[in-house]
């Protein structure tokens, strides 16, 4: 399903969750990938309503392409599957924390998470910064 942005589109999500959620002009929220068992943040994604009620029904991760304008369910392409064991909204109703069991990588790249190659601070007293 395709969309322009800012339009709202069709979702199924329960009234009482879709109440709570605080969302971008866009209607996204930011939804971050953690393995369940490591606690490793594997990716951020971003999801509409309808990909929420995707993610909580399919116990697949479903995403919102803001590039392509549509839904994409991770692994369909790639085969690396995210199996969502729980799905926990931040205390601001604005993020939403996705443990799943990643198989294979996470990140478009092939490596297992997006956040591994481009490290902007590695040591925090090497670099001066107090706390």
Do not use: N
């Amino acid at each position: 399903m395709t969309s322009t942005p800012g339009t709202p589109r069709p979702s199924s999500l329960d009234p009482e969750i879709a109440a709570r959620l605080k969302r971008s002009a866009d209607g996204l929220l930011p939804a971050i990938a953690q393995q369940y068992d490591t606690g490793e943040v594997l990716m951020l994604g971003w999801m509409d309503d309808e990909a929420l009620h995707r993610t909580l029904t399919t116990g697949r991760c479903t995403y919102w392409s803001r590039s392509r304008q549509e839904y994409w369910v991770k692994g369909d392409t790639s085969g690396h599957v995210q199996w969502v064991k729980s799905v926990a909204l931040d205390c601001d109703a604005d993020t939403v924390l996705v443990r799943v069991d990643q198989e294979g990588a996470a990140c478009h790249t092939g490596a297992r998470t997006c956040f591994d190659a481009d490290v902007l601070l590695k040591d925090v007293a090497a670099s001066g910064a107090d706390r």
